[in-house]
T-cell receptor, first 117, second 116 residues
Framework: GAVVSQHPSRVICKSGTSVKIECRSL??????MFWYRQFPKQSLMLMAT?????????EQGVEKDKFLINHASLTLSTLTVTSAHPEDSSFYIC?????????????FGSGTQLSVL | KNQVEQSPQSLIILEGKNCTLQ??????????LRWYKQDTGRGPVSLTI?????NTKSNGRYTATLDADTKQSSLHITASQLSDSASYIC???????????????FGKGTKLSVKP
């Protein structure tokens, strides 16, 4: 079945550095991918919608300059957390629609645990 | 307001027992309802997707029900196994023609712990 691959699974970085997270659709093309943030024991919170070949759409309250999204191809979207600070520590998850199957299945990546020291 | 409420917040059961998780929603207009299983530190995995006309759908030991009139859904797990320990998330999709996510509304999940 369709798979969404997300890397890295875990990253630890120093405050002030930038971190890039990749999200790939492995056997389908995804014109639209989504990025979420999840704090412990909380539900997923949509951060932004990544559109291939155009600018991402950010949810209210999400800083565009802080969370840079690039969707350069139909199978790859990247999220860059710029100048990361401890408050950015969280679990980041991507997802993508596979519209080639019934009911437009939404597949999620395995997530990236970001820890900023 | 479009909301998805899940209950209980957490649940502990013994291995081999059955359990039922609840999902109530106020999302409108309704498109479909999804149940996901999320293991700790992992991304959610789809269990079932149900449209307005579907009352029940099974996936192995998982059986989801949907009552679109009362806007309630349940996820029943039979003969629980230790590997069923996870968070179960109810997600309701609202009809949306904007071409993006389609307004997926996430519940906060039920954390299930299966003990030996």
């Amino acid at each position: 079945g369709a798979v969404v691959s997300q890397h890295p699974s875990r990253v630890i970085c120093k405050s002030g550095t930038s971190v890039k997270i990749e999200c790939r659709s492995l056997d389908f093309q995804a014109t639209t991918m989504f990025w979420y943030r999840q704090f412990p024991k909380q539900s997923l919170m949509l951060m932004a919608t990544s559109n291939e070949g155009s600018k991402a759409t950010y949810e209210q309250g999400v800083e565009k300059d802080k969370f840079l999204i690039n969707h350069a191809s139909l199978t790859l979207s990247t999220l860059t957390v710029t100048s990361a600070h401890p408050e950015d520590s969280s679990f980041y998850i991507c997802s993508a629609w596979d519209r080639g199957q019934d009911n437009e299945k939404l597949f999620f990546g395995s997530g990236t645990q970001l820890s900023v020291l | 307001k479009n909301q998805v409420e899940q209950s209980p917040q957490s649940l502990i059961i013994l291995e081999g027992k059955n359990c039922t998780l609840q999902c109530n929603y106020t999302v409108s207009p309704f498109s479909n309802l999804r149940w996901y299983k999320q293991d700790t530190g992992r991304g959610p995995v789809s269990l079932t997707i149900m449209t307005f006309s579907e009352n029940t759908k099974s996936n192995g030991r998982y059986t989801a029900t949907l009552d679109a009139d009362t806007k309630q859904s349940s996820l029943h797990i039979t003969a629980s196994q230790l590997s069923d320990s996870a968070s179960y998330i109810c997600v309701v999709r609202r009809v949306y023609y904007g071409g993006s996510q389609g307004n997926l509304i996430f519940g906060k999940g039920t954390k299930l712990s299966v003990k030996p």
